[in-house]
């Protein structure tokens, strides 16, 4: 076997992301692919965005923004650490949604939301509009308010007793944070600008919110892929970015604390974010379109795929960044 050595491991590197950001590459397209070891941006590669009927498109580099789509969830979930360690949120206690007071789903705690567990009915499908609560959440009947739309759905199982990954369930959760921040949606975003991203160093991040002034916390967060790194690099260190603590001690592990395995997927899924069983210890954001901020603690790594990648072929991109893992090494 040859020698590990960097320019080895960066012709390994190079080899993957000419086969990610081919013409042809059965995947599909790769916007953005960045390699952060050991704190530093070890590699990068940038694709070309297609023409769509809104936008003309165009080359991607290092400071062009790139939505997350669900990657947001985990930032939700980060945005709650906070939260929690300022004393504005109990994650056992009932989740302070007004509208569930005096009923059965007032037993749903903030816990059973982050951990997708709340009992309630919802259809993540992205394709299908006839079934899916997702499409007519974020572009149907509840686009105004993302969070009330989600919390009226039936409950259909008990708190905490049955697994259902949930755009809806994340948008409640970010009501509450919201509620529990206050100032509508200017204090909401001021709270995120000052309190994550401006301390994890991600100056490109913007938010989106919806009518009622919600942060789409389930979607809708677009920045650069140096920064979807930087934002992995912040839970990598347990909460800690440029000796200063942004999140509490002991967050990361909450995130990846194990809840459910989606046999469809091969994923485990923690607390807002996936885990990944092949490399034990290691979690990550994902989101539609083969959006990925992988987090590998034991190699001190965080690798960032962004792209537009359809659910049939994203098993590509899976791999790839698994041959990534394994060609930078610990």
Known sequence: MSPVTPERTHRLLSSIADDLLA??????????????????????????????????????????????WSMAKSITQAAVGIAVGDGLLTLDAPAPVPAWRGTAKEAITLLDLLEMRPGLEF??????????????MLYGSG????????????L???????????????????????????????????????????????????????TAGTFVGSSYVYATARDFARFGRLFLDDGVAGGVRVLPEGWRDVARTPVA?????????????WLWPEF???????????????????????????????????????????????????
């Open 23 to 68: 013409d042809d590459a059965a995947h599909g397209r790769t916007l953005a692919l960045v390699v952060q070891h050991r704190g530093e941006v070890v590699f990068e590669r940038y694709g070309t965005q297609p023409d769509t009927p809104f936008a003309a498109g165009g080359p991607v580099g290092p400071d062009t923004t790139l939505i997350s």
């Open 143 to 154: 686009t105004d308010d993302m969070a009330a739309y989600a919390a009226a759905l039936p």
């Open 280 to 330: 034990p210890g290691s979690f990550a954001a994902h989101g539609y379109e083969g959006q990925y901020t992988l987090v590998v603690p034991d190699r001190d790594l965080v690798v960032v795929h962004l792209g537009k990648v359809p659910a049939e072929t994203r098993h590509v991109v899976r791999s790839a960044l698994a041959a990534i893992v394994e060609a930078v090494g610990a």
């Open 156 to 210: 259909l199982h008990e708190p905490g007793t049955h697994w259902n990954y949930s755009s809806g369930t994340t948008n409640i959760v970010a009501r509450i944070l919201g509620d529990a921040v206050g100032g509508g949606r200017e204090g909401m975003e001021a709270f995120l600008r000052e309190r994550l991203f401006g301390p994890a160093g991600m100056a490109s991040a913007v938010p989106k919110f919806d």
């Open 261 to 273: 395995f989606d046999d469809e997927g091969g994923f485990g899924y923690g607390r807002h974010w």
């Open 123 to 136: 259809v993540e499908d992205y394709v299908d509009d006839s079934i899916s609560h997702c499409i007519d």
